[in-house]
């Protein structure tokens, strides 16, 4: 099989010399487009000497290719290039846009998502949402650190003590929990907040405090995912949020709940009742944002607090990122690539949900 990865709108790459290592030491070939890993500061002479090659055009790359694997979805016009009955695996989101499948099921691709593919032990390995979710939790903290007027420990000096920063987490899933434990190792006080009752003990056993609010919805049957909540339940939290917002030096938001639209935690008025110099990372800026006032990719300023709306951190520490993401897809692809030939068991559970479209669906 011939697997390529082009150069994208990203400071990660698809994959990295080492996974491409891989796919060629399993009897498959590789082809990358020149420049891919530059931003990763691979040259192309490192994916060259594990043994792919390298096309100078991301066209040359479209026409070769059997698998295209892509941080991020081709533009339509980049479809019409790739050879009928390509594979591609990507990141599509249909969860969001759920016009997505039906729209791809037009073509004589077969599809994969790899923000499909189930959050179960088995396949643990090819999480992507995971990975990168871990990664933005970390970087939400260095971001906030940057642009906060003060320090994150507790410091005794001799001119004398300095109060440590109060980072409040909302959300503690995979990007919250890592959040939460930069924060602390950064020695800030931390407090956070879920719905999901399960997440009491994960913030409590990184050292961080829960903000408890009675009342959630149970979330037991969604996967691990959360739920969405009752009008009493989130007038109840907006009430706690606002106090601790108010007190807060730093809020980290991450919630998100399967869907099209992240759940609103913080209101123009929380904002305003924030301490100048206050900072918000808010990583659900691309599905409407936590916070009212977030811009999706901007950094804006209101009264005084800086609200930094990306959901993208992840790519900023790209040599991890592009490592974790490369190993997840080599882990899914190889479930499927069976000596060079594409060989999907079409019952097997983590291929069947995270195929989007394929062309024996139409004609079924
Ligand atoms: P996510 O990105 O979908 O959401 C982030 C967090 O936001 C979640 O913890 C969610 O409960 C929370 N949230 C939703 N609405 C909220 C609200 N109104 N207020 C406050 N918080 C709200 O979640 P995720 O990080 O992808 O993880 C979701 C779950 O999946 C977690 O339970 C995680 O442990 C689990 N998980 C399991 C596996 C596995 O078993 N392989 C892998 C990854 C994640």
Not at 3 to 16: M, V
Not at 230 to 252: C, G, L, M, N, P
Not at 264 to 286: C, F, N, W, Y
């Amino acid at each position: 099989m011939v697997i390529g990865i082009i150069k994208e709108e990203d400071q990660r790459a698809a994959l990295s010399p080492d996974v491409v290592k891989q796919f060629v030491n399993a009897g498959n070939e590789v082809l990358v487009e020149q420049g891919t890993g530059e931003t990763v500061w691979f040259g192309d002479s490192d994916y060259q000497n594990v043994g792919a090659k390298v096309a100078s055009t991301a066209d040359e790359v479209f026409k070769s290719v059997d698998v295209l694997v892509s941080l991020w979805p081709l533009s339509e016009e980049q479809w019409t290039k790739l050879k009928s009955e390509a594979v591609l695996v990507s990141n599509f989101s249909p969860y969001v846009d759920s016009t997505i499948p039906d729209m791809l099921q037009q073509l004589d691709f077969t599809v994969f998502s790899m923000d499909m593919i189930p959050r179960t032990t088995l396949a643990q390995s090819m999480d992507v949402l995971s990975s990168m979710a871990s990664i933005a939790g970390y970087q939400a903290v260095l971001e906030a650190a940057q642009v906060l007027p003060r320090y994150f420990p507790m410091l005794s000096t001799a001119a004398g003590t300095v109060a440590p920063a109060k980072v409040l987490v909302l959300g503690a899933g995979v990007a919250g929990l890592q959040a939460i434990a930069t924060a602390k190792r950064l020695g800030a006080r931390v407090e956070a907040f879920d719905t999901r009752a399960a997440a009491k003990q994960e913030v409590e056993s990184l050292g961080a405090k829960f903000v408890e609010v009675e009342g959630a919805t149970d979330d037991t049957s969604a996967g691990g995912y959360g739920v969405d909540q009752t009008d009493e339940y989130k007038s109840k939290q907006r009430a706690t949020i606002a106090e601790k917002a108010a007190s807060s030096d730093v809020i980290i938001t991450t919630a998100q709940v399967r869907g099209p639209k992240a759940p609103l935690l913080i209101t123009r008025k929380m904002v305003e009742g924030m301490k100048p110099g206050s900072v918000i990372v808010d990583l659900a800026a691309s599905t409407g944002g936590n916070c009212e006032l977030t811009e999706n990719a901007r950094t804006v300023r209101h009264n005084n607090v800086t609200i930094i709306g990306d959901s993208n951190l992840a790519a900023k520490v790209s040599l991890n990122a592009t490592q974790l993401f490369s190993k997840n897809v080599y882990n899914f692809l190889n479930i499927m690539i069976t000596e060079g030939r594409f060989e999907p068991d079409w019952d097997n559970v983590i291929i069947k949900e995270s195929c989007i479209a394929r062309p024996e669906l139409v004609d079924a």
